[in-house]
């Protein structure tokens, strides 16, 4: 029997001008390249222009992937943005990336779970493709970090940087196997109780300012590699696949050894783990799509392949995707 599935047909993704280098951050702040790179594996981040907005970076890497995916823009009837740096507090930035996309039809909204924010986009976009009432529809992750870091606390300031990711998703008949091309399942999880150990001080309602982030980083570390595990355990028995199964893992790009740690334990081979926090940090919700394009871009990632996706942020929340590509 034939099924509607959400096949992803292009990627694209877009970083600052600016680098901000590991030694450049030492001389600002009490820490070293070395302490950065061991702890976190990152060398490097991108930091937005004054005047560079997340809807900026979302436009352009929304571009990229819709010339990656040859279609016009005015074909995308959805627009669903992940993000925790939104340009205002209202309206939500997506629709400023669809304004500036020149589209005036179907809908478009922002939608936020922190780091897992591109995971929760392309589980709600796939159930409204699926529900029939969307057709093609651009899912994009896009932060400026930068603007709610406080540049004085180095347990936090060193971790994070700037940047845009988008896919491409279209609804599309499938024989309706798990051989079927597309998202074949994604699994969400929330648990709030954890709110107090990653959080921004700052918002609207409570303070009238934005604030800055806050972290209780050994806290975060203890948690994510059994949350990560537990949530790709369910898409594997959901599924029937297994960790050999997998061509490419592409995990929330926060911290290597997080990476490594699960990567271990689920029993995925080292070679098959997409990394790219070296490159750009810790981006949030835009880190899986930045992952996503820079291994479609090289070759790795080809049609056809299983790809596995994890996200874990602030709230806690947690989810992870299989798509056949
Ligand atoms: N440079 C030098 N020293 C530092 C720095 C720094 N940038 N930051 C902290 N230190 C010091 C601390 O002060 C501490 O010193 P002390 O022993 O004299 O007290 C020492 O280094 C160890 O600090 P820890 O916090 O215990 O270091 P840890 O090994 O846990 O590494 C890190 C810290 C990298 C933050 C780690 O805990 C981590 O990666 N946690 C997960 C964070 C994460 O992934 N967050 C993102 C989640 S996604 C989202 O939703 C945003």
Redesign the pocket.
Known sequence: MSVLRSVVLGCGSYLPERVLSNQEL?AK????DD??VQ??GIRQRYIAADGEVTSDLAIQAAKAALASAHVDAQSIDLIVLAT?TPDNTFPASAVSVQAGLGITRGAAFDLQA???GFVYGLSITDALLRAGGYKRALVIGAET?SRILDWND???????GDGAGAVVMEAQQQPGTRDDRGVLTTHLRSDGRHKSK?YVDGGPSSTKTVGF?R???????KH?VAMITDVIEDAFRTTGYTAADINWFVP?Q??R??IDDSAHKLGIAPEKVVITVDQHG?T?AASIPLALNAAVKDGRIKKGDLVLLE???????WGSALIRW
């Not at 972290?215 to 570390?221: D, I």
């Open positions: 030492a702040v009490d820490t070293t302490w950065i702890r976190t925790s922190v780091c897992s970090f180095r347990t936090t300031c060193v971790l994070f990653l982030l972290m209780e980083g050994r806290a975060v570390f994510a929330h926060a911290n050894r997080i810790n949030s996200a874990m942020g602030g709230g806690f929340t």
